[in-house]
C-alpha cells in the first residue's frame, strides 16, 4: 500500500517538471517571434494552454459532483408561482366554485321541494273544491237558461277530469293487497330485490316520460274546438288511456314504497345498504360525461323530482309500521336513524355529483341562480290571466313530477292505515284538511313572492308580457317560408296573398276558439326540432344555412334530452 502511494506522487512530480519545462520552451518562443518557425512554435504554445484552462475545469466540476451539495441544492432549490399567475387562479376558482356548490345545490334543491310540495298539496285541497265548483256550475247553468255560453271553461273541463280520473283509480286500488304484495316480495332474495328495485327506478322514469304526453293529450282532446276537422280518436278512448296510466303508475310506486319497507324491516340491514350504495353508483355514470347548462339543468330537476318522491315513499315507509306497531310512538325513534341515513346519502350523493360535473365541465356555481329563476318563472307566467297551462302541469313537463299518481298511492295507505270512528275522528279529519288547505295558500303566497324576486334579479320580467307561442303557425310559416324561397329561385311567381294568408295568426277571443293550442316554449321546442338550422337555395344554386339561436333555460324541460339533442 505504502509503495503504491509513493508511486503516485512520484508520477505527479513527474507530470510537474514537465509542465515547467514547458513553460520555460514557450517563455524563449515568445522572444523568437520574428521566424515562421518561431510563430508555429507560438501556437502551440497557445494551444497548450487552452487545454491546461479545461483540464483545470473538469478537475473542478468532478470535485463539486458531491452528494452534500446535491442534498443542499434540493433543500434551497426556490421557484416563482407568478410566471403562471393566470393556470393558478384558475386552480383556486375551481375550488371556490366546488365549495360554494353544495350552499347553490341546496338553495335550488329547497325552492324547487317546496315547489314540487305545492303542485302535491294541490291535488288534496284546492282540486276538489274546483272540482266541486264545476259540478255545480255544470248543473246549475242550464237552469239558468244560459244555452248560449259554454257549460265549463277549459280549466275546469281538465279539473273535473283529473277528479274522475282520482276516483275511478282509488276505486280500482282497493283491489290491490299492500299486505300480500308485502310478503311476495319479502320472500325474495337480497340480489333479487336489488335488480327489482332497480328496475323499478327506471320503469318510474319512462312511465313519467310518457305519462304527461297522456294526460295532456287528454285536455286538448277534451278542449279542443270543435269546428275544425276531427282528428284524435276521441275523449273516451283517451280518459281510458289516462286511467290506466294513473293506475299502472301508481301501483309501480307501491311496489317501490313496498321494497323500501323490506329494506326497512329486514335484520341485517343488507338491501338497505345495497339500495342506498345505488345512488354512488349515479355518480359513476354521470361525472365523467359531458355536460352542458341545458343538460345540468335538466339533472337538477330530475333530481329535485327524485328527492322528493323519496320523501313521501319514506313517508308511506312510517306510516305502515306505526300501523303494523299500533302506532307506538317509541317505533318511530327506532325507524329515525335509517330514514336520516337515506337522506343524508341522498344529499351527500347530489354535491359531489354536481361539484364534479361543474368542476370538470367548467360550469359557474351561479348557474344554479340562473334554474332558480327558470323555476320561478313558470310559477309567475302560470298566474297571469292568460296563463296557457296549470301550475301543476308546468311542473309535471319541466321536472317529470305528476302528482296524481303519489297523491294517489298516499289516500290509498292513509286510508287503510288510519281508521276513522266517531264524531271526533270526522272532526280531526276536517281540521287536519282546514289546516292543509292553509299550509297550501301559505306555501304558495311564500313561492310567489320568492319567484318574483328570482324574475327580477334575473331582469326576465319583460318575458311574462310576451304572447305564449304556437306551435303548429311556426312550423307552417317555416315552410311557407322555404317554398317562397325555392319559387323565387325557380323564377316562379309567389302570390303574396296567399302566403300572407298561411302566415297570418287569427286573434284570440275570450269566448270564441283559437286556430291553434297555445303552447309553452319548452312544448315548442320539443315539437319543432327540424327548426334549428334553416337551408335556403339562392339563384347560383348555393345553399345558405341560417342557425336559429340557442335554446335558453325556458325551453328546457324534463325530457327535451330524451326526444331532442341539446347543442
Known amino acids: 500500500m505504502a509503495d503504491s502511494v509513493a508511486a503516485g506522487l512520484g508520477d505527479e512530480k513527474e507530470a510537474e517538471n514537465e509542465e515547467k519545462e514547458k513553460e520555460k520552451r514557450a ?120 244555452s248560449g255560453s259554454r257549460l265549463l271553461q277549459p280549466a275546469q273541463v281538465c279539473d273535473v277530469l283529473k277528479g274522475f280520473i282520482m276516483v275511478l283509480c282509488y276505486s280500482m286500488m282497493h283491489y290491490v293487497d299492500y299486505s300480500m304484495m308485502y310478503h311476495l316480495i319479502r320472500g325474495q332474495s337480497v340480489i333479487k330485490l336489488y335488480i327489482i328495485y332497480n328496475m323499478l327506478e327506471v320503469a318510474d322514469r319512462l312511465f313519467s316520460s310518457f305519462g304527461q304526453d297522456i294526460l295532456d293529450a287528454l285536455y286538448w282532446t277534451a278542449t279542443e274546438p270543435k269546428e275544425r276537422k276531427r282528428a284524435h280518436i276521441g275523449v273516451i278512448p283517451h280518459f281510458f288511456m289516462a286511467v290506466l296510466y294513473v293506475f299502472l303508475h301508481a301501483i309501480l310506486i307501491m311496489v317501490q314504497a313496498t321494497t323500501l319497507n323490506v329494506a326497512f324491516n329486514s335484520h341485517n340491514k343488507s338491501l338497505l345498504t345495497i ?82 360535473i361543474t368542476k370538470f365541465n367548467d360550469i359557474p356555481a351561479d348557474v344554479y341562480g340562473e334554474y332558480r329563476a327558470s323555476l320561478a318563472f313558470d310559477l309567475v307566467s302560470s298566474r297571469q290571466k292568460n296563463a296557457y297551462t296549470d301550475y301543476s302541469d308546468s311542473v309535471s313537463r319541466r321536472m317529470g313530477f305528476i302528482p296524481l299518481p303519489l297523491a294517489l298511492l298516499l289516500i290509498r295507505v292513509v286510508t287503510s292505515s288510519v281508521k276513522i270512528q266517531g264524531a271526533l275522528a270526522v272532526v280531526c279529519v276536517v281540521l287536519f284538511y282546514l289546516g292543509m288547505i292553509t299550509l297550501k295558500v301559505l306555501n304558495s303566497i311564500v313561492l310567489l313572492g320568492k319567484s318574483c324576486v328570482y324574475v327580477k334579479e334575473a331582469n326576465m320580467e319583460e318575458k311574462l308580457f310576451q304572447s305564449p307561442p304556437s306551435a303548429a303557425p311556426s312550423r307552417v310559416s317555416s315552410r311557407a317560408h322555404r317554398t317562397k324561397q325555392t319559387r323565387e329561385s325557380a323564377g316562379e311567381p309567389v302570390d303574396e296573398d296567399v302566403s300572407a294568408s298561411i302566415i297570418t295568426q287569427p286573434t284570440h277571443q275570450p269566448e270564441r276558439t283559437a286556430s291553434s293550442l297555445p303552447t309553452s316554449e319548452s312544448d315548442q321546442f320539443l315539437t319543432t326540432p327540424d327548426e334549428s338550422e334553416e337551408k335556403i337555395i339562392t339563384q347560383d344554386g348555393t345553399e345558405l344555412i341560417h342557425r336559429a339561436p340557442k335554446k335558453d333555460l325556458l325551453e328546457i324541460d324534463r325530457f327535451t334530452i330524451c326526444g331532442n339533442r341539446i347543442d
Open 27 to 146: 517563455f524563449r518562443a515568445s522572444g523568437k517571434a520574428e521566424t515562421g518557425s518561431e510563430t508555429s512554435e507560438l501556437t502551440e504554445t497557445l494551444g497548450f494552454y487552452e487545454r491546461k484552462a479545461k483540464r483545470q475545469d473538469s478537475r473542478r466540476s468532478l470535485s463539486d459532483l458531491s452528494l452534500v451539495r446535491f442534498v443542499s441544492a434540493e433543500l434551497t432549490r426556490g421557484y416563482f408561482l407568478e410566471h403562471n399567475e393566470a393556470k393558478y387562479t384558475e386552480r383556486r376558482e375551481r375550488v371556490y366554485t366546488c365549495l360554494r356548490i353544495p350552499k347553490e345545490l341546496e338553495k335550488l334543491m329547497i325552492f324547487g321541494f317546496f315547489l314540487c310540495l305545492d303542485a302535491f298539496l294541490y291535488v288534496f285541497t284546492l282540486l276538489p273544491l274546483r272540482v266541486l265548483l264545476a259540478l255545480i256550475r255544470l248543473l246549475t247553468l242550464p237552469c239558468c237558461g244560459l
Open 275 to 356: 339500495m342506498m350504495s345505488n345512488n354512488f353508483v349515479e355518480i359513476k355514470g354521470s361525472v365523467f360525461k359531458k355536460f352542458e347548462k341545458n343538460n345540468l339543468f335538466q339533472m337538477s330537476n330530475s333530481d329535485i323530482k327524485e328527492r322528493f318522491t323519496n320523501y313521501v315513499l319514506l313517508l308511506i315507509v312510517c306510516l305502515r309500521n306505526m300501523e303494523q306497531f299500533s302506532w307506538n310512538p317509541d317505533h318511530l325513534w327506532v325507524l329515525f336513524p335509517d330514514v336520516c341515513m337515506v337522506i343524508a346519502s341522498e344529499i351527500a350523493v347530489d354535491v359531489v355529483k354536481h361539484a364534479f
